[in-house]
């Protein structure tokens, strides 16, 4: 079964980014003023929310998310949240699916940076998103201009009632001044910074999924792209974390089996200059950093021998053929 078609709507900012409220990467939930619904841990879980008809707890009906009590005194209610890395918020999205009758009137977002510890009485708080209305079982995007890196987001809403999901797209800031020039990172990961500059199609799954942690859970957990009636092939250009030199390349199609790509290739260059948009034409032209390859289904492949000495590089194309499904784009390299 293929994973569901992505949302048509959401913005560009929540297919290039990493969702720095993730907890499979790190992000915590961390303080609320109440939960007596539904626990704010809830609200960062990764997966869609969902609705179960007929499902209650001791304190009501179940829902999937953050949801406090209906308020009788004056004040709002808030919750703290801990973001998996450090980082500059390019997007939000927050969630009321399945909220109706329950969800919040309004919101706002405030961002602190903590050096070390957890906020406290004397942080100062700078506002990312305003007091905004909300609807309910909706999307509310918000583009984000600030490059303020921030570690973590207080999320107020007026004056009760409940969230489904927060996300927060964003690129870490991680410092890699005392970083080892010997040793192997993966500039590919999200973690660490890199993001998908663009890519021609993402029907399935988005193509930010190839920088996720780990392997694939299911086939739903990768990029996916429609099947190609036209002559041509699907590409999706990255941005790496830092300058580097590619020595290694694992191209990952874990649960792929029936529609993983023929072959793949990649293309890289040094960028200097010029905007995420100018790239996509440039990239057709970039050197070839690995010739096509041919892969197999539900397998991790290594290429070490095959990348060409290109030195450090920036960006890369990469390339499936003629279309398909990828799990998981692995770039170990030397930082310059």
Partial sequence: MAAPILDANAPEFTRRYVNLADPRLGAQALEASDEFFAPKERMLNPEPAVFIVGKYDDNGKWMDGWETRRKRVSGFDWCVVKLARPGVIKGIDIDTSHFTGNFPP???????HVAEGT????????????????QGNTHHYVEIGSEQPFTHLR??????GGIAR??????????W???????LFDLAAMENGAYVVGANNQHFGPASTLLMPGRGANMGDGWETRRRREPGNDWCIVALAQPG??????????HFKGNFPDRCSLQAAYVKGGTDSSLVTQAMFWPVLLGEQKLQMDKQHVFESELAALGPVTHVRFNIYPDGGVSRLRLFSTLV
Avoid: C, F, H
């Fill in 106 to 112: 309004a919101a706002s977002i405030e961002g602190a």
């Fill in 245 to 254: 030199v590619i020595k290694k390349i694992e191209v990952d199609t874990a």
């Fill in 155 to 160: 999320v107020n809403i007026y004056p009760d």
């Fill in 119 to 134: 906020p406290t009485q004397a942080t100062q708080w700078t506002e990312v998103v305003p007091s905004m209305t909300l």
């Fill in 177 to 183: 001044s005392s970083a080892s020039r010997t040793e």
């Fill in 166 to 175: 927060l996300r927060v797209y964003g690129q870490p800031q991680l410092d």
